[in-house]
Each structure stands twice: as C-alpha cells, then as structure tokens.
C-alpha cells in the first residue's frame, strides 16, 4: 500500500511539473519593453537602428511597407537601380547573418521631426548615418519616406541611400 501512495505522490509531482514551461515568459507588464515604438518618426528610426543593432530581421520587417522600394547607387554601370521589399529582406537577412559586428548610428534631425506622429501623413526624413560591418565603416545618408496609416505605426515606403 506505501507504494500505491508513493508511486501517487510520484505521478502527481510530474504531473504538476509537466505543466510548468521553464521557456515561458512570465505573465505581467510588457510596457517596460526594450524594443522601440514605431508611432512616431523618431520612433521608427530608433526601431530601425534596434534590429539592425541586435540583427533582428523581424523587427526590421515591420518597419517596411509593402509597397517598399530602395534605391542606390550602382557605381559599376553609373546609374541609379532599385529593388524592392522582398528582395530588401533577402539582403538585409544576409547582412545580419554574414557580419559578427552591426553597429549603426544615426546623427538625428530635430526634435520636432523626431517627435511627428501625425496619421495618414507622408513624411520625408534625411539621416546621416554610421554603419560599422565588422571593420568597416560606412557614413552615409538615408532618405527615407514615410508613412502612418491611422491606427498604425510608421512605415517605410522608399529608401534611397545617398552617399
């Protein structure tokens, strides 16, 4: 009979621990969150200097329209060429994979810029911009352009890097 209750009190103890998931977050308040919030301009870029800081490609997914388009400077053939969200997602995907160290750093416009949050608004932001990738480091501007459908965060239509 003693082995009836232990092997009970065994099975009951698996169970109750069984139930428990060691990887499960804990419940509570998720506003002290870490990762930064798109419904402003200054917002956006900082999510954007986020995932590309910590190589997270599914933050950097949210931030792009889908009717995204970069455009570059190809200096092999002197013009200007594109590409478009899937392919920007490809790219940036092996960019995170492919170097140790991402740092980016933006050199930020004004205050007043940083903080617009206006819905269903078209806005154009120029950045000048650090990117280091390992041991090389790259300066830059982005132009980016904007937009915050209502209820939304930003997102970015066009990206067009000028150098």
């Not at 506003?31 to 950097?60: C, H, I, Q, R, W």
């Not at 478009?84 to 991402?102: M, P, Q």
């Not at 810029?113 to 650090?130: E, G, K, P, R």
Request: glycine letters at 6%; one cysteine or more.
């Amino acid at each position: 009979m003693r082995l009836v209750y232990s092997a009970i009190s065994l099975l009951t103890i698996i169970s109750y621990l069984g139930c428990i998931n060691p990887f499960a977050p804990e419940s509570g308040d998720i506003s002290g969150s870490m990762v930064p919030d798109a419904s402003t301009v200054g917002g956006m870029l900082e999510l954007f200097e986020y995932s590309y800081n910590t190589k997270d490609s599914l933050y950097y997914s949210q931030l792009l329209d889908s009717s995204f388009v970069f455009q570059y400077y190809d200096a092999a053939n002197s013009r200007y060429d594109q590409w478009y969200r899937y392919t920007d997602l490809k790219a940036t995907g092996g960019l995170f994979r492919n170097f140790e160290v991402i740092d980016l750093s933006w050199y930020l416009p004004d205050s007043a810029v940083l903080a617009f949050d206006y819905t269903d608004s078209l806005v154009q932001v120029i950045v000048n911009f650090n990117l280091t990738l390992d041991n090389t480091v790259i300066y830059g501007f982005a132009r980016f352009d904007c937009y915050k459908r209502s209820g939304g965060k930003f997102k970015i239509t066009a990206w067009k890097d000028d150098f």
